[in-house]
């Protein structure tokens, strides 16, 4: 037999169903709706969380492709174009460089419109950057080519922070790290595909119509891909679910609008000192994987000539194994949440693997390279969704976004510095001392790391409100006891 019952938390009515055995004792209540904004348990799951969290991995996929693509064949993109290989470099680098300015102004953005908005921003200037590149299938247009990949860098800025803050957004307490790790994972197998896809599409031929015509059909191919993921967004993403799913998110929704100010948020993340230790820290990890893997082909073609194809199966490797890095941090994260323990931990790896890579690349033996890749992917690469959601914890209640924003905006400012000067010096003296490079700035994150306090303010306002549920919403027995509450997840 179901019922319904009324609970008051303030002005708060919660809508509950009982069910009765035949000795007249309820079994449990399930939290089935709220209507009053003013509750802390109106909460709830829907499915669609998975549709939106697939859509934004797939644009983020489709940005984070272009990245790489040039720096991956970066020798036949030279004689293409007939440019320098720094200007190609720069074809990565300019993902870093547009991120620097812009990410105020779109965190700002998100924080006024939201997450659909900023939705079809990323997308609808991805795919205008896809097609200007299209267009730029001429060695005499390199221009074209550095406007094309402007574009999609510029879309990034919409992107690059957006994986916790659609977590938060649209997933529970115990699902919003693994959520958050799967939406970095899109933009990781863009990377990873970025890293594959080049060299066989676009093979190092001597006739520069034939090579024309591999560039182009590649940019095609992006373009249409860019073109459908657009429309999509337009008709399916959702800005967030009408009844929140999490007690954080309950609060974040009450919180009074003074407090949500921007420029006010930015002050106090400043003024939080763990928070200004991860973001340092994170910005020397993520900023070594931008210039391991933007510098990637290069090293790889120095101690090994003509493995361009193999060069891409090796950024392959470091990238899929970041992926199951990041997928297994996440989960563990939902699971324990240790996530200081967790971020050490794998930062320390990532430095293991970095020392360990440097010095076995040139040892003449690719399958060496290839295992090494995969041990520095799986920590380096894995590490992005626990800087993430160590932030949000750090931080609760500022924006996932503006806390994921500055940690990226310091990731590529230590990116462009790493890449440009680890490339200056594999050009004066070796690879290896390139990598010692990069080693030593890991070795500094550690020690950064390890300092960190690790105060989780978003567990302690989800426990928090947890116990105010229990308190205020206990339904009691013929015999006294109280009984438990069950979030219904749809």
Not at 304 to 326: C, D, F, K, Q
Request: some cysteine.
């Amino acid at each position: 037999m179901c019922e319904k019952s009324d609970n008051h938390f303030g002005k708060g009515v919660l809508q509950t169903e009982q069910t009765k055995h035949t000795d007249g004792n309820f079994d449990h209540v399930e939290i089935s709706e709220c209507r009053d904004t003013n509750s802390v348990s109106n909460t709830r799951l829907y499915r669609r969380r998975w549709l939106i969290l697939f859509l934004f991995s797939s644009y983020s996929l489709c940005n984070a492709f272009q990245w790489i693509q040039y720096g991956i064949i970066n020798n036949i993109f030279m004689k293409f174009y007939n440019v320098s290989s720094f200007a190609i470099d720069w074809l990565s680098m300019i993902y870093m460089l547009t991120y620097i300015p812009f990410i105020f102004p779109v965190a700002w953005l998100l924080e006024r419109k939201g997450l659909r908005v900023i939705a079809l921003f990323a997308a609808s200037i991805n795919c205008v950057g896809t097609w200007i590149k299209v267009a730029s299938v001429q060695p005499s247009l390199f221009w074209v080519t550095m406007l094309g990949q402007f574009a999609c860098s510029f879309a990034q800025v919409f992107i690059l922070g957006m994986p916790s803050q659609v977590a938060s957004v649209w997933f529970g307490s115990d699902q919003v790290s693994t959520a958050c790790a799967i939406g970095v994972f899109g933009n990781q197998l863009g990377i990873a595909i970025g890293f594959l896809i080049p060299p066989i599409l676009v093979p190092n031929v001597d006739d520069m119509n034939e090579l024309a015509q591999h560039i182009s059909i590649m940019f095609y191919i992006t373009a249409a891909v860019a073109t459908l993921i657009f429309l999509l967004v337009v008709f399916v993403f959702q800005e967030k679910p009408e009844i929140p799913p999490s007690l954080a998110q309950v609060a974040l929704r009450h919180m009074p609008t003074t407090q949500n100010s921007y420029l006010a948020s930015i002050v106090r993340l400043f003024c939080n000192k763990p928070f200004i230790l991860l973001l340092i820290s994170y910005g020397l990890n993520v900023g070594c994987f931008y210039a391991v893997s933007t510098l990637l082909n290069r090293m790889i073609i120095e101690h090994y000539p003509g493995e361009e194809v193999n060069a891409g199966r090796i950024g392959l490797t470091l990238v899929i194994a970041g992926v199951v890095g990041s997928l297994i941090c996440g989960i563990w994260l939902d699971k324990t949440k240790t996530y200081k323990q967790t971020t050490l931990s794998v930062y320390l790896l990532s430095f293991v693997g970095m020392v360990i890579y440097a010095f076995t690349l040139n040892l003449g033996h690719l399958w060496v390279v290839f295992l090494t890749s995969g041990v520095l992917g799986f920590f380096m690469t894995g590490y992005l969704p626990l800087g993430f959601e160590f932030a949000v914890e750090l931080t609760y209640p500022e924006s996932e976004g503006t806390s994921s924003g500055l940690l990226n905006c310091s990731a590529q400012m230590f990116g462009i510095a790493f890449t440009i000067i680890q490339g200056k010096i594999i050009d004066h003296f070796s690879t290896l001392a390139g990598n010692i490079f990069l080693c030593v700035f890991l070795f500094i994150g550690s020690i950064m790391t390890a300092l960190i306090k690790s105060d989780l303010r978003r567990q302690k306002a989800n426990s928090q409100s947890q116990t105010e549920v229990i308190a205020d919403s206990s339904v009691y027995s013929q015999d006294g006891k109280s009984l438990p509450v069950k979030e219904v997840k749809m």
